[in-house]
């Protein structure tokens, strides 16, 4: 029952997402593209297996962190979505029915118990 395998991203809002992506490339090394405003490091499990952790900057008024106010939000990586989302909704979890699907992965999100809004990634196989 592993469902989370590590931490998929750090997402943060910002009122220049662009300045402050090009401050932490000019500053620290970060190499992002302020345009685009993130980046994806790339990693290797102790089996070999390809990954990559996305730290990416979003606009203050982005309405993707949910209604809490929060200035970030985490990305769990999990081995099973769906198990992890039927897990939190047996623990009583406030879980987002809504399910996305990208080239990226499924995703999926839920509300802890201090009403953070936490993202689910189950990305898809690298090739």
Known sequence: MSFVTGIGGIFFK???PTGLARWYRDV???????EAASWAFP?????GEPGY???????????YFGDSG???MVNLRVSDLD????????AGAQV?????????????????????????WEPAPID
């Open 43 to 47: 990693w290797r499990d102790r089996n």
């Open 96 to 120: 987002d029915d809504r399910v996305e699907k990208t080239l990226e992965g499924r995703f999926g999100w839920f509300i802890d118990p201090d009403g953070r809004r936490v993202e689910l």
């Open 70 to 72: 929060q200035p970030f």
């Open 14 to 16: 910002s009122r220049n």
């Open 83 to 90: 198990g992890a989302l039927s897990r939190l909704r047996e």
């Open 28 to 34: 620290l090394g970060v190499p992002a593209e302020p």
């Open 53 to 63: 952790t996305v730290w990416g900057v979003f606009r203050s008024s982005t309405s």
